[in-house]
């Protein structure tokens, strides 16, 4: 398979064409999974890659808007709202006492998967089967007719296999597409599957890294990913759920700004609504959460700014004041945890505003809740102010805080970074030593290092220690100019993300740059003592070089890795800096969350579901046989017949399904019938 090419048919490993067609019709599928760890975040080549494609599909986004030749390949009169089949929608277990209706329909919400296997793999097995809860009472949540994914699909980037080893991979082989037991010409073609549920996605930021042409290519082409169908032909969509009941699916990325093709559609489907009508709306980001922390900020304002939205928020604005009275329930991933925002009180013009749900939870890392806005200060919609409560978070925000705090372990979960740290450290003490054979008075002829040899390790001569390697540094442009840069990196590195006060938090991470800068020198120092005054080597003796390097990969790598661990918890515990890589270097694989949706006549019944820890070690599921495994990747030969998960947890490990628990008790939110 092409870098560029995405497959989203059965998962037909390419060496199954060189078996033949007859020999795959005889002897099953050849299917191809790769089972990838989490991100590193953290990782220097990865920040540096994430950075290059955020620009240009930022760049891309502004000149070249992908959403507008969508549009104009698919106008509105030919992409009609989707509509689930009522013969779906009847369809709930006749068996189920706890629904004496018998009628309904069950759709999951999942946001922010394709993260690594493990995380992203247990939850595609609970959105795609049955879930049996305890409370309030004992009953089985029935699997799904429509997944909605909330955005965010692929981590980092779709570029290359980012879509099939991190997404398609999971959630084809938690819900696999039927083995056809008769010939065909293509093996690889799909099969068709009466009742098959559906998949609709949003895209996030990360979808629009390629600028949509993945996303396009995996969820608007009608194409099956296992068992799930897709869908919508855009990358928005308007989904008729059953009458009364709709649910609005949005692209407001990169820029959050609403492109005039999906304004027109979206006009064109609130035409549709009838009276009493109630919509669901699925937006990329908590973007309620952005303008309720603006507001905060110009309350403490002497002079207020202008800017009366952020940014983020006012597309989302436009929507909700075209559906008005219609709006009943808001739902965003981009943050991965759970949050829920209940409106407070109807707001002034009588109406009550809608539920505000954050549910990230679908396989990437876990963002911590303790810094959440509670209460938020009052958003303003259509003139209109919505006073909000912070209703119920996961994890809750003791959990959140003793998660944050365990940051300070990084050099045991961060080797990548931590290897990068020590080359920066063995980088700069060589320059400064090898800056320091220009004879000098200073140091009677000698290098830095000789003469920090001779300073006993004590707090009276640091201060002199610090002044040797300072006049060294001061006759080296060079090593002026690395000290400059990774002031200047931690500083950005602080004021990334800050929204309030970004001077500061330059200034404050640039003093974290001159902790890492004393610490190379408290290293150089630790070197010289023991090396030239314990060991007796001399500063140009080959053992000692070897010795050297091998000291400041260790010395550096740890040490440096604990400082910036322990800088990360405590600037984000005074000032809440660093409030996305406390938690993305720690890589949490656990405290996984989605909904559970139950759509009726007169009330929607939302049940938000955890999942406190997810399965790390598999085993092959019923029927698959390994043909090869190289490292992470296995391929696998299955049979007609052979139905289920392709890999369920080992002995001893939780089953997802089984482990799921409410978070709180179900919602309801009550649609008036019309008389």
Known sequence: MADDTIDVGNAVAPAAAHAGNSAAATNGRIELYTQEPMVNWLGPLQLARTGLRTAVATTLGAFADPREVQAALMPVASNPPLQVPQEVAAADDPDDPYDPDKGGVWIDYLADTGDGWDSTYSMALCVSQPVTIAQPVPRTLPASRVLLLGGDQVYPTPARNGYRTRFLDPFRAASPAPVSDAPASDPEAPIAIPDAPWMLATPGNHDWYDGLRGFAQLFCNGKPVGRWVTKQRTSYYALKVRPGWWIWGLDLQLESAIDRPQRDYFNEMRKALQSGDRVVVCTPEPSWVDEAERVQREGRKALPSIETLTPRFRSLREIEVLLGEHLALVLAG???????????????????????????????????????????????????????????????????RRLRDRAWRLPTRNLSLCGVLAVLYLFWIWMVQSASKVPSPMRGGRSVMEVLADLPPSIGDAGEAGRQVFWAVAHSPGSVVYVLAIVGGCGALSASGVKRAMYLAFLAGAVHGLLHVGLSVAVFWLMGRVNLYRLGLGADDLRQVALFVAETLVLGGTLGGLLFGV?????????????????????????????????????????????????????????????????????????????????????????????????????????????
């Open 334 to 400: 981009d943050s991965h945890h759970y949050a829920r925002y209940a409106p407070l009180r109807a707001t002034q013009a009588g109406m009550q505003a809608p539920q505000r749900i954050t549910c990230g939870g679908g396989g990437a890392f876990l963002h911590g809740t303790h810094a959440l806005p509670d209460p938020p200060k009052p958003i303003t919609v259509a003139g209109v102010k919505q006073h909000y409560t912070l209703a119920a978070v996961y994890p809750d925000k003791p959990t959140s």
């Open 567 to 675: 800088w990360m918890v405590l600037t984000n515990r005074a000032w809440g800096l660093h409030a996305e890589e406390v938690f993305s270097s720690q890589r949490i694989e656990d405290y996984k969350c989605f909904l559970r949706m139950h759509f009726e006549d007169d009330r929607l019944t939302v049940y938000p579901l955890k999942l406190e820890r997810v399965c790390k070690r598999w085993t092959l599921g019923r029927g698959a046989r390994v043909l090869t495994q190289i490292q992470s990747t296995w391929r696998l030969r299955v049979q007609p017949g052979d139905h289920g998960p392709r890999f369920v947890p080992e002995n001893g490990e939780p089953s997802p399904p089984a482990s799921v628990q409410l978070i709180e008790p179900p919602i309801e939110i009550l649609r008036p019938t019309p008389h």
